[in-house]
């Protein structure tokens, strides 16, 4: 019938606009597989959003020097669904609820902080994904603020981890945004380096304090016939006076190969996975110096 007709052409405009391409759909049966999974997750999303269904996990980042932990990054899951950040950040992401999601990484993260150092921890900075729809957040830093106070909370404790695209699409914003931060004494990192815009102009005017080599490109070019570009990348980040983070690294020979070209710190399962708050401090966690 008509509405049922419209309702799948309707379906198939999502999907071109979903997959950010111009051009057209054909629509097709999986299309509603797709949509039922979205509102599902959609559903999940708000409930987590409603009665606390959200945790923290922390993955080390690893110094290459010394095997020390220097610092942590904070991982979001659901703790009633066992759905990944790769499902449900784009679907919160495309409904705007990415906005709220973030409020609520950010306090859980400040609070955690707060308790390790009521416990006397020797607590090393934790950094939050901040997703491109944050930018819409206009009293986001605000928020921040009065946490961090409300918390006892050291600034550089804290590090923003920001995406190429969000300076991309909103310049200006960006800029103004990752200038307040900077003002407050909050580090800033550049997430997923490689993957998107990568252009190193950028890098000498944002106030910025560390980029995170994406997972695919340490792959690309840790290979032997790339290792040079990989080399030459880490040392132009260091004339920038930037600490650089190789993620995603699994293999004791990428980790050998990124000490020999005086990476800085490593984040990966080769090291450890995200860890409980609870697990974080516990001595093994702590050093991984054998593992050089």
Not at 127 to 137: E, G
Not at 202 to 212: A, E, G
Not at 259 to 288: H, T
């Given at each position: ?55 923290m996990v922390y993955q080390p980042q ?231």
């Open positions: 019938e008509m509405s049922q007709l419209i309702m799948n052409a309707d379906l198939a405009l999502y999907t071109v606009k979903n997959n950010m391409k111009s051009g057209f759909a054909l629509f097709d049966f999986p299309m509603t597989d797709q949509l039922n999974e979205k509102s599902f997750i959609e559903s999940v999303l708000r409930d987590a959003i409603d009665h606390d269904g959200f945790k690893v110094s290459l020097e010394t095997g020390e932990v220097l610092a942590y990054e904070a991982l979001l899951r659901l703790t009633r669904e066992n759905i990944m950040p790769g499902a449900f950040i784009p679907v919160a992401e495309d409904n705007g609820m990415i906005v709220k999601i973030g409020r609520i990484v950010t306090e859980k993260v400040i609070a955690q902080l707060s308790l390790w150092i009521e416990q006397g921890l020797d607590v090393k900075p934790v950094s939050v994904n901040y997703s491109a729809m944050q930018i819409h957040d206009t009293h986001y830093v605000e928020f921040l603020e009065t946490l961090l106070n409300q918390y006892h909370v050291p600034a550089n404790l804290l590090e923003i981890e920001i995406t190429e695209n969000v300076f991309l699409e909103n310049k200006q914003a960006t800029i103004t945004f990752l200038d307040r931060l900077k003002k407050n004494g909050i580090r800033i990192a550049i997430d997923d380096f490689g993957t998107g815009y990568s252009s190193f102009s950028y890098l000498t005017f944002l106030p910025i304090d560390k980029i995170k080599l994406d997972r695919t490109l340490n792959m690309k070019f840790l290979e032997l016939d790339n290792i040079k570009v990989m080399d030459n990348l880490i040392a132009l980040a260091h004339s920038l006076n930037l600490v650089v983070v190789a993620e995603g690294i699994e293999e004791k020979m990428h980790m050998k190969r990124l000490k020999v070209g005086k990476c800085d710190l490593i984040q990966g399962y080769y090291f450890s996975k995200p860890l409980e708050a609870d697990d974080v401090f516990n001595d093994e966690n702590c050093n991984f110096s054998l593992f050089l």
